[in-house]
């Protein structure tokens, strides 16, 4: 076990407190302090060896889901944690069944305090961890790998910024490097930034990434199929603005009202998802600031023909709002938060638009961008015209959805991949315990129980 810092443990000694009082002047859901300081968890009722997977938030989330899956069918059960509610909602929503049965159990994550990890790695007793994307945890890493635990950060992703960041605070992240077991990046810069911080070699991999995983739904289909009915949108242009954050809202429907205007023949629709639940009213304050009519999804409101925004206040529905779209805007990406998976988008077909913040998933963009199936645009005035573009070339519009289809398809084996990667990793980490147990018995003395042997006569 490489050790963590001494000047990290004493900061988050001394963060550990602050935190309390943090949450204490929160909204937290039930339960939620207790599992963050490992006072109280879900009692286990299951004998399947368990894997632990910690995904930070919603994005995470969805992108582990399908991995999720594979493991279950394969026989484990699962400990997912999260970091944020949306992420936690989230996973109550996806594995409903799944935790009513026994099989998938689930908590916020338990801060990164040595004491608290051992209570949550005692109860849970996970042969394998799994961390998605970026968020690692020092003292949560030492501690796995003190316990001989298989740990894998899946779908691995490394910026430019996160890297810098990380150089900051070398033996920290040293430390984490080495305490891994496995590193799957998701492409070849982040695997050389895992190896420039101290991971080895035969540590890394390289596979593509998990949010090409991304597949249709067909209950998604079918209920935004039942909306275009519902709604007479045979004839309207829908554009969708998803997993939108503050200050994208407004841009969006200042593009959207100018267009609206120039091209009225089409009847275009603007549907809003905000990112976060909490934005909802904010976001509806805007649409009304601007003298548009609210329609609202959590007041079951249906869009006349007149009506041309309807805030989606929902979640774990954006499938239905993707499907129903004929243009996608992907938010995240117009203000610097990285941007969101575009192959939701793409999986079922439709153009994408994303701004100039893209680092989160870069190579995905850049992919999209190349097969012309995604726009990049640098502010407002870009992103009037090339709604415009394609609200007047509706076949222009068609083609780019129909090549970023084939693209998403392409990369469809991208679970397969890493999860053969996992499995691999889990099966190397049981045989070397096997190992250390027989090399254990090996240099055991044997008890003669007062007996002499006939070297002793």
Not at 175 to 204: C, H, P, V, W, Y
Request: proline share 4%; aromatic share 6%.
């Amino acid at each position: 076990m490489q050790a963590t810092p001494l000047y990290y443990r004493l900061a988050m000694s001394l963060l550990k407190p602050l935190y309390q009082l943090k949450l204490a002047s929160k909204t937290t859901l039930p339960n939620e302090k207790q599992q963050r300081f490992g006072q109280v968890f879900p009692k286990i009722h299951t004998r399947q060896p368990i894997i632990w997977c910690h995904a930070v938030s919603l994005g995470e989330t969805n992108t582990a889901e399908p991995i999720l899956r594979d493991l279950l069918s394969q026989g484990y059960a699962l400990w997912v944690t999260n970091t944020t509610h949306t992420g936690y909602n989230r996973v109550e929503q996806l594995f409903a069944p799944e935790i009513a049965a026994g099989k998938v159990y689930h908590s916020f994550v338990p801060v990164d305090s040595k004491a608290v990890i051992d209570k949550f790695l005692a109860h849970v007793q996970p042969v394998a961890a799994l961390f998605i994307e970026t968020e690692l945890w020092g003292t949560t890493l030492a501690e796995l790998n003190n316990r001989q635990i298989a740990t894998i950060l899946v779908n691995g992703r490394l910026s430019e910024k996160s890297f810098k960041g990380y150089q900051k605070a070398a033996k920290l992240s040293q430390s984490m490097m080495e305490n891994l077991s496995l590193i799957i990046a998701q492409d070849s810069d982040s695997a050389k930034r895992f190896r420039q911080l101290g991971a080895t070699s035969d540590k890394i991999r390289i596979a593509s990434s998990l949010k090409w995983s991304s597949k249709t739904n067909p209950l998604m289909l079918s209920r935004a199929e039942k909306l275009k009915q519902s709604w007479h949108l045979s004839d309207r242009a829908v554009i969708l603005a998803a997993s939108t954050h503050e200050g994208e809202e407004l841009a969006i429907l200042d593009s959207f009202l100018t267009v609206k205007a120039q091209y009225a023949n089409r009847h275009p629709l603007l549907i809003i998802v905000p990112r976060h639940p909490e934005r909802f009213d904010d976001v509806a304050k805007l649409i009304d600031a601007k003298n548009l009519p609210v329609i609202r999804r959590s007041q079951d409101g249906e869009p006349a023909k007149s009506e041309s925004v309807y805030l989606a206040d929902s979640m774990g529905e954006l499938g239905v709002w993707y499907a129903l779209s004929d243009i996608a805007i992907v938010g995240g990406s117009l203000v610097n938060i990285g941007g969101h998976n575009p192959i939701e988008a793409a999986i079922v077909g439709k153009p994408i638009i994303m701004g100039q913040y893209t680092q989160s998933c870069q190579l995905i963009v850049d992919q999209l961008k190349q097969a012309g199936a995604l726009a990049q645009v640098n502010g407002s005035d870009e992103l009037t015209q090339q709604l415009a573009h394609w609200l007047a070339n509706p076949k222009s519009a068609q083609t780019a959805g129909h090549v970023g289809q084939i693209l998403a398809e392409k990369y469809q084996d991208a679970t397969k991949q890493q999860l053969a990667m996992i499995m691999q990793c889990i099966a190397d980490n049981n045989e070397q315990l096997i190992k250390s147990e027989i090399q254990k018995i090996d240099h055991e003395p044997v008890a003669s129980h007062g007996r002499k042997f006939i070297d002793d006569l």
